[in-house]
């Protein structure tokens, strides 16, 4: 007769078992706050918000609440019509041909103006974080730069370009290109030398520890201003548009503006905002699609 290993011996009482564990079986992470009380999770409402989909929640509420005292007369619907309104505005624009034209001119204006600024920002920022004399070069000049508002310098933008798309591309060029040099030069200088080191005494060479130390330790920071880097693209675009063109979702809008048709403006404002988040989000979707595990630090 084979004893049972849970029975103490000399005594009838058998041990209680202990649940067997299994390799499948998540651990179970239990926090605590001061005082010993155990920290609950994110509540299920607070889950369905921060969800891709529940951030537009706050979006329609505000929305909703506009179309209530625009309806009810509490908002003064001259200056803000009710959203309904402007979306029946939007799908008038969308059936007559005069949305997608303009949204498809300023999409382009914004993708060449981005990679304008960014392709360069990332290679300056590396070289000024990485080669102390482009540093001391650099750095005063882009000091100075930064600081002036990049629409004052549309007039020069187009005295040398003249009309047309070129300077609204150059001028959101050099609106992303600030966060792009930026970003990369601290999230170079932000590495660990001691690995960087460690590297050159395994006889690694430049190229070697440019691409596989350097580079893959700042991509966090680098990425963060290619996000910031496409909204402005976005901004400075819009505001070329206002300014100097007669195409483009930017120009549409000054030009509805200027003939007081209210409903058309919030429509294509609205564009406007769609595309920003747009953008944002298809950069968020690639962030984590090839660097995910860069989330957390460039939120």
Do not use: C
Request: glycine letters at 10%; zero cysteines.
């Amino acid at each position: 007769m084979t004893a049972d290993p849970h029975t103490t011996p000399g005594s009838s009482a058998t041990t209680p078992r202990l649940p067997e564990r299994t390799t499948d079986a998540e651990p179970v992470v239990v926090e605590y706050r001061s005082g010993g009380r155990v920290a609950r999770g994110p509540s299920r409402a607070f889950r369905i918000i921060s969800s891709p989909l529940g951030t537009l929640i706050p979006v329609l509420g505000v929305l909703l609440l506009w179309e209530i005292g625009s309806r009810s007369g509490i908002i003064d619907d001259t200056f803000f019509p009710a959203p309904s309104d402007s979306l029946a505005a939007l799908f008038t624009l969308s059936s007559n041909g005069d949305l997608w034209p303009n949204i498809g001119v300023s999409i382009r204006r914004i993708t060449l103006g981005f990679l304008l600024g960014v392709i360069p920002g990332i290679a300056v920022g590396i070289a000024m974080a990485r080669l102390k004399w482009a540093r001391v070069i650099l750095d005063p000049l882009i000091a100075v730069a930064y600081p002036i508002p990049v629409v004052a310098i549309l007039p020069m933008l187009l005295v040398i370009f003249g009309i047309g798309s070129t300077p609204i591309i150059v001028l959101a060029g050099i609106i992303s290109f600030f966060p792009a040099v930026v970003n990369s030069m601290a999230g170079v200088r932000q590495g660990d030398e001691r690995l960087i080191l460690m590297a050159q005494n395994m006889g690694a060479d430049r190229r070697q520890v440019l691409l596989r130390i350097v580079l893959p330790g700042a991509l966090p920071s680098i990425f963060a201003g290619i996000r910031l880097a496409a909204g402005l693209a976005l901004l400075g675009v819009i505001a070329g548009e206002f300014l100097a063109a007669s195409d483009g979702i930017g120009s549409l809008t000054w030009r509805y503006w200027q003939i007081y048709q209210i409903d058309n403006m919030y429509a294509t404002l609205a564009v406007i905002a769609a595309m920003g988040f747009l953008l944002t989000t298809a950069l968020l979707r690639v962030q984590r699609r090839f660097f995910g595990w860069t989330e957390g630090t460039t939120r």
